[in-house]
């Protein structure tokens, strides 16, 4: 069983040439869709899609930043093209450079709110992130700078980690 996280910091043609290592071994993949492996996927899309639905139309927010994970991993690039999608059927074009790749892990979400926030002034109104992880990561960052979650930006997570139940704010 090889859980998704195993996929981080890998392109999806890397990790299928990792699992064809274990033929003829049967193999069941958790969250990366593999050609030819029972794979066990979740709702990435509709999660996405139903996050990117609340926050512009209930919160009426459309500028919003992306902390994607690793280019090319699956899980990554699916989260990302949603939340571009989404944007564009709600006619706003998606600022490139509010969108930053980090790894999944914490100190990425605190790099990447970092490099964001480079020029000083928030130009965003929300920060959609890639998992929990990296939120929290972000959350750190904005807190370190004086920002208040949710009054001076939203913030939003996603994966439903332990972690981010407990976190002050808690996390979308």
Request: proline share 6%.
């Amino acid at each position: 069983v090889l859980a998704g996280a195993v996929s981080h910091g890998v392109s999806h043609e890397e990790f299928q040439a990792f699992c064809r290592q274990f033929s003829p071994l049967p193999l069941v993949s958790l969250a990366v869709e593999v050609p030819g492996v029972p794979s066990v996927i979740s709702g990435n899309q509709g999660a996405m899609r139903a996050l990117m639905t609340h926050l512009l139309q209930e919160h009426h927010c459309h500028r919003l930043a992306f902390l994607a994970g690793p280019p090319g991993q699956q899980e990554s690039e699916i989260r990302l093209r949603v939340f571009r999608e989404e944007l564009r059927a709600a006619g706003v074009e998606p600022d490139p450079t509010w969108i930053v790749h980090g790894d999944f892990t914490r100190e990425s979400g605190f790099h990447a709110v970092e490099a964001l926030l480079e020029e000083g002034a928030l130009p965003f109104q929300g920060i959609v992130a890639a998992n929990d992880a990296m939120a929290l990561g972000a959350l750190d960052a904005l807190t370190l700078r004086g920002y208040h979650v949710p009054r001076d930006l939203l913030l939003t997570g996603f994966d439903d980690s332990e972690e981010s139940r407990f976190s002050q704010p808690s996390l979308t």
